[in-house]
């Protein structure tokens, strides 16, 4: 028999897997299934993109690439942080398979056993598995009493935060909120991490994917440039999902570290998938621009309908989530919802927050008029 480590054994199969086991189990019963449960934008890659994919596959550019990935590609994500307010050299940025590996490879180099890290609840399935696969130790805010914004948190947060403190993952706009930090809630951020000497992530995949405001990168504030790790990829803005493409950027030592892991472990990102981000980096605006306010009208059509229903929620201003409050028992509520009304959504205490379901509305406004419809006729709203 085998005997498995600590390392995976104390992680938990994710929650999300018995709601698309149940879909799939319907589906394959011929059950026609509204999918809001899925994080990533139903729009196909971008042309251009997509051709610059195929001409660098067809110029030869399908061998191993130097680990820390092309420095065209380092290039002109220096170019975008620097956009961005942020000062980074090539020698600081790692390209990775997806900004899921970016973050990996970052608290592998930072939590070791018994370090605290904090999340601000609801958070982003992955943090809190990958902080245990570290041996960490997790301390959660919880921003739900204030509508998901965290200035109004920020004395919990500082309850929270101490000396002990390793690390800080700050993810604006949030998956599942669709939060977006104000520049005050961030500066009472970066006050915390100064006076405890906290390092502080900054996962920033969504930065693209905005409601008429404008996110500020948390490495740009005094006295963050040193102590910040900023996380971006392709796959949301670009929606470039199976491509696997992400990056972070942060003070050199850190990359250094970081780097040992990615050589030993991913070598790189693929070659030819490296080539096709410039091309997005550099190209894409109106695609970006386009799938932005499509996100935006049905966003706006969903909190209609869920109002016409007598259902308030916290309005989203970025990414393409909401949380809809639910029973206690949100697990139940999904399993309810998804084998009454046909609707697949994810249970809040997958992120940390039980009583809500997280809707994404990635999906086309008639799936969406009709997924709400039902839950609605099934008595879910
Ligand atoms: N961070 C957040 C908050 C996300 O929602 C996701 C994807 O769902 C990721 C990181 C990872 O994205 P990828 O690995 O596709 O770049």
Not at 169 to 174: K, L
Not at 276 to 283: F, M
Not at 292 to 315: K, M, P, S, T, Y
Not at 316 to 338: H, K, N, R, S, T
């Amino acid at each position: 028999t085998m005997e498995f480590t600590d390392r995976v054994t104390r992680v938990e199969p994710s929650a999300t897997l018995a709601i698309s086991a149940l879909a799939t189990e319907l589906e394959n019963e011929g059950a026609d299934i509204v999918d809001l449960s899925v994080g990533e934008p139903d729009f196909p890659t971008p042309e251009n993109i997509v051709e610059a994919g195929k001409d660098a596959m067809d110029a030869g550019h399908t061998g191993y690439t130097t680990s820390a990935g092309i420095l065209e590609l380092r290039e002109a994500i220096v170019d975008k942080l620097a956009a961005d307010g942020l000062e980074h050299t090539t020698d600081e940025v790692i390209v990775t398979p997806g900004a899921k590996q970016a973050l990996y490879e970052i608290v592998q180099s930072l939590v070791g056993e018994g370090d605290e890290v904090v999340l601000l609840d609801p958070a982003w399935v992955s943090y809190e598995a990958m902080v245990k696969m570290a041996g960490g130790d997790l301390t959660r805010v919880d921003l739900s009493d204030s509508d998901f914004q965290l200035e109004p948190a920020l004395d919990d947060l500082a309850d929270a935060v101490s000396d002990e403190t390793e690390l800080l993952i700050v993810n604006s706009p949030s998956n599942p909120t669709g939060a977006v930090y104000s520049d005050e809630a961030l500066e009472g951020v970066r006050d915390l991490a100064v006076e405890h000497d906290v390092t502080v992530i900054s996962d920033e995949i969504y930065k693209e994917i905005t409601y008429g405001v404008e996110p500020t990168s948390l490495g740009t504030f005094d006295g963050m440039a040193d102590r910040t790790i900023t996380v971006n990829g392709f796959s949301k803005a670009y929606s470039m999902t199976g491509w696997r493409l992400g990056y972070f950027a942060g003070p050199e030592e850190l990359i250094d570290q970081a780097g040992k892991l990615h050589s030993h472990s991913v070598s790189s990102a693929v070659n030819f998938v490296q080539h096709a981000g410039i091309e997005a980096l550099e190209n894409t605006d109106t695609a970006v621009e386009q799938m932005v306010e499509a996100f935006e009208e049905r966003r706006d059509l969903v909190i209609d309908l869920l109002d016409d229903h007598g259902v308030d929620v916290a309005e989203p201003q970025g990414a393409f989530y909401m949380m809809l409050p639910v029973d206690d028992d949100d697990q139940e509520w999904c399993e309810g919802a998804i084998e009454d009304a046909h609707v697949a959504t994810v249970p809040g205490s997958a992120f940390g927050t039980p009583g809500y379901a997280r809707i994404s509305y990635a999906a086309s406004e008639e799936r969406l008029e009709e997924g709400i419809e039902r839950l609605a006729e099934e008595d879910y709203l």
